[in-house]
C-alpha cells in the first residue's frame, strides 16, 4: 500500500505542484488550503506524515503541529516555510515539528526528508544480546537490551520512545530522541557530520548546511543541567560525540 501524506499549503500553484509530485513519487497524497482542513482530514483519515505550510490563514501550521502534539498525535511533521532565522526553525520544533524545509526547495529535498522521516516510523531493530541487556564491550558504558538503552546517565525507552536524564524526563521531537537515540548507541565515539545526515535525515546536505548543528543546540539545551557535565561535544571539523567528562 502506498504511504499516506497529508499536505497543507495555502498557495494554490505550489499545492498543487506538490501534491503531482508527491503522487509521481507514489505517495497517496490529500492535499489541503489551510490549518482548519488539515486538522479536520487529520482526524478523518490518520496520515503516515504531514507536510505542513508554517504561514496558512487563519489556523497555521505551528498551530495544526501544536494541536496534533497536545492531542498525543505523533505522526511524524515536516513543515515547509519562507522563514529563515534560526528562531523561527527553534519556533518550529518547540511547536513539535520533526523537520522543515525552506522556500524555495528543491522537491528531491522534500522526497529525501520525508524518506527519512518515515523510516523512522518503522519499529526499532533489537540489538545483538538478546532481551537480557549487554554492555558493548567497543564502547563506552553503554547498555542494551531489545527495549533499553543506557549510558553517560541517559536512559532511553525505545518502544515508548522516551528518555531521561538521570530522574528528568526528557521532551524530545521524533527527530531529538533519534538523534540521541543515534549519540547513545555510539557513545564515546566520533561521529561525522556525514554519518549523522545519512543515518537521521538519509541526506547529506553539504557543508554548508546548518540544520544539524540547530538540532544539536536544541537537543543540548534540554540536556544540559546546571553543575552536571556537558554531554553533547563538538569535535571541530569532524562531528559530534556523547561522552560524559
Known amino acids: 500500500m502506498p504511504q499516506t501524506v497529508l499536505l497543507a499549503e495555502d498557495d494554490r500553484a505550489i499545492r498543487h505542484a506538490l501534491e503531482r509530485a508527491l503522487t509521481l513519487e507514489g505517495y497517496d497524497v490529500t492535499a ?7 486538522l479536520a482530514q487529520a482526524h478523518r483519515t490518520p496520515p503516515d ?25 505523533r505522526t511524524p511533521i515536516l513543515m515547509l516555510t519562507a522563514l529563515v ?20 526547495f528543491d522537491v528531491e529535498e522534500v522526497f529525501a526528508r520525508l524518506r527519512a522521516l518515515l523510516r523512522r516510523t518503522s519499529p526499532v531493530p533489537a540489538a545483538a544480546g538478546g532481551s537480557g541487556g549487554t554492555t558493548d564491550p567497543g564502547r563506552a558504558d553503554v547498555r ?23 530522574r528528568r524526563e526528557l521532551e524530545l521531537t521524533r527527530t531529538e530522541f533519534e538523534l540521541l537515540e543515534l549519540l547513545v548507541r555510539n557513545a ?18 553539504g557543508p554548508g548546511s546548518k540544520n544539524l548543528a540547530v538540532y544539536v543546540g536544541y537537543l543540548r539545551r534540554k540536556l544540559d543541567e546546571p553543575g552536571a557535565p556537558q554531554l553533547i561535544h563538538t569535535v571541530r571539523g569532524v562531528g559530534y560525540v556523547l561522552r560524559e567528562d
Open 32 to 38: 489541503v488550503a489551510d490549518g482548519v482542513e488539515a
Open 49 to 73: 506524515v504531514l507536510v505542513l505550510d508554517v504561514m496558512m490563514p487563519g489556523i497555521d501550521g505551528l498551530q495544526v503541529c501544536r494541536a496534533l502534539r497536545a492531542e498525543g498525535d
Open 85 to 104: 532565522e534560526t528562531a523561527d526553525r527553534i519556533a518550529g520544533l518547540d511547536a513539535g515539528a520533526d523537520d522543515y524545509v525552506v522556500k524555495p
Open 144 to 166: 542494551i537490551s531489545d527495549r533499553q538503552l543506557e549510558a553517560a546517565g541517559l536512559r532511553m525507552d525505545l518502544q515508548a520512545r522516551r528518555a531521561w536524564r538521570g
Open 188 to 205: 564515546a565515539i566520533v561521529l561525522d557530520h556525514s554519518t549523522i545526515y545519512d543515518r537521521i535525515w538519509g541526506y547529506d546536505f
